[in-house]
């Protein structure tokens, strides 16, 4: 009586796991929004210091729109939404986008 050994070779497989797309928060000018109010909410949600906040503050008053940070899709949305809430709870008309990292 033989004896019958069957050999199985498994072929291996890698994964390679790309880093997540990053999305960036842009917030941009209006006439209508205060800048103390772009300052703490860049403050308050993207906690930025007081200075960096003044910064993006003026590069949004000077060029249109200013990165207020980036993140993964699901936190930039979430960041982007809670920036909208307390804009429109003071009455503010902030536009705020979120747009792909390139």
């Known amino acids: ?3 019958e050994i069957e050999v199985v070779q498994e072929e291996k497989v890698t994964t390679k796991l790309l880093p997540p797309t990053l999305w960036k928060v842009v917030f941009h000018n209006d006439d209508y929004t205060p800048m103390d109010l ?3 909410i860049l403050k308050k949600i993207f906690k930025h210091t ?3 906040a003044k910064e993006i503050t003026m590069e949004i ?3 249109g729109a200013g990165i207020a940070g980036v993140y993964t899709y699901e936190i930039a949305e979430q960041k ?3 920036a ?3 804009a ?3 009455g ?3 536009k705020i986008t979120v747009e792909e990292e390139i």
């Open 1 to 3: 009586m033989g004896t």
């Open 38 to 40: 772009v300052i703490d």
């Open 50 to 52: 007081e200075t960096s």
């Open 61 to 63: 008053h000077n060029t």
């Open 80 to 82: 982007g939404i809670d």
């Open 84 to 86: 909208t809430f307390i």
């Open 88 to 90: 429109r709870e003071n």
């Open 92 to 94: 503010a008309p902030l």
